[in-house]
């Protein structure tokens, strides 16, 4: 196992947001995957560089 798990308070700090904004995009569908551990919400290194790659775009009116 080599791809470190981020909690959620980690990964909204690293992409500059909020904890809410991370768990409105969990419950629309739209965030990065992320694990459950019980209760807890995980999301992996790799899953969230594959989200971030997904949303790149080179102009904004570029269809998502």
Do not use: C, I
Request: hydrophobic content about 35%; proline content about 3%.
């Amino acid at each position: 196992m080599t791809d470190k798990l981020l909690t959620p308070v980690e990964l909204a700090e690293y992409l500059h947001t909020t904890v809410g904004n991370l768990a409105q995009l969990r419950f629309q569908g739209r965030g990065p995957a992320f694990t459950k551990a019980g209760r807890r919400v995980l999301y992996r290194e790799s899953d969230v560089q594959a989200w971030l790659d997904e949303n790149t775009r080179t102009q904004t009116g570029s269809a998502a």
